[in-house]
């Protein structure tokens, strides 16, 4: 079965600085991709960076950025220079068989 | 306007009612999806549609219905209203990929409440 998990239930960061946010996944496919959505307390699902597995390069997308290690089957999320509206629930997801699997989500506090 | 939009946004309802929930989209994609999202979880998949005449049970289907009435349109049915269904649910699209979906667009959610 494939699986997605983030161990870090909260995060909290000064604003300016840069947060790691970990997800780890297990599939037995060898196509794939990985994706890290945010939802803000408005409570819409917006997809933040997206990787796809057969590429070695990680995706990067303004301040955002992802630390994919294959072999290990970990996608870590960095945000660089965190800002006030960066504030929200974190989920990192896997595609499987047309379907998304979905990691338990990482709340993010910004504090200024 | 939103590429893709649900309604309502919010419903408060009796246990045993039905309710319908629906979902519009301009994207062009051909799939569809219906997911319910529990406090302190991620999004759970009730049903998809590759297209108009291909729909397939989600994980937790149990309990709900959908209905493809064109490729813009997917309804989630509750027949009969439960407490446990007390979730926010989300509409997402996705156009084909090749053999692996590709990206998801949501909805902005609807919350439901069933008392």
């Known amino acids: 079965a494939q699986t997605v998990t983030q161990s870090q239930p909260e995060m909290s960061v000064q604003e300016a600085e840069t947060v790691t946010l970990s997800c780890t996944y297990d599939?037995?496919?060898?196509?794939?991709?990985l994706f890290w959505y945010k939802q803000p307390p408005s409570r819409q699902m917006i997809l933040v960076i997206r990787?796809?597995?057969?590429k070695q390069q990680n995706a990067t997308e303004n301040r955002f950025s992802v630390n994919f290690q294959k072999a290990a089957k970990s996608f870590s999320l960095k945000i660089s220079d965190s800002q006030l509206g960066d504030a929200a629930m974190y989920f990192c997801?896997?595609?499987?068989?047309?379907?998304?699997?979905w990691g338990a989500g990482t709340k993010l506090i910004i504090k200024p | 306007d939103a590429d893709v939009t649900q309604t309502p946004r919010n419903r408060i309802t009796k246990t045993g009612k039905r309710i319908m929930l629906e979902c519009s989209q301009t994207?062009?994609?051909?799939?569809m999806y219906w997911y319910r999202q529990d406090p302190g979880l991620g999004l759970r998949l009730i049903y998809y549609?590759?297209?108009?005449?291909?729909?397939n049970k989600g994980e937790i289907s149990d309990g709900y219905s959908v209905s493809r009435q064109a490729q813009a349109k997917f309804s989630l049915s509750l027949e009969s209203a439960i407490p446990n269904q007390t979730a926010l649910y989300f509409c997402?699209?996705?156009?084909f990929g090749g053999g692996v979906t590709d990206t998801q667009y949501f909805g902005p959610g609807t919350r439901l409440t069933v008392l």
């Open positions: 994207k062009g994609h051909d799939r």
């Open positions: 599939t037995s496919e060898s196509d794939y991709y």
């Open positions: 549609s590759f297209d108009v005449k291909d729909i």
């Open positions: 997402a699209t996705s156009d």
């Open positions: 990787q796809e597995a057969y």
């Open positions: 997801a896997l595609t499987s068989n047309y379907q998304l699997i």
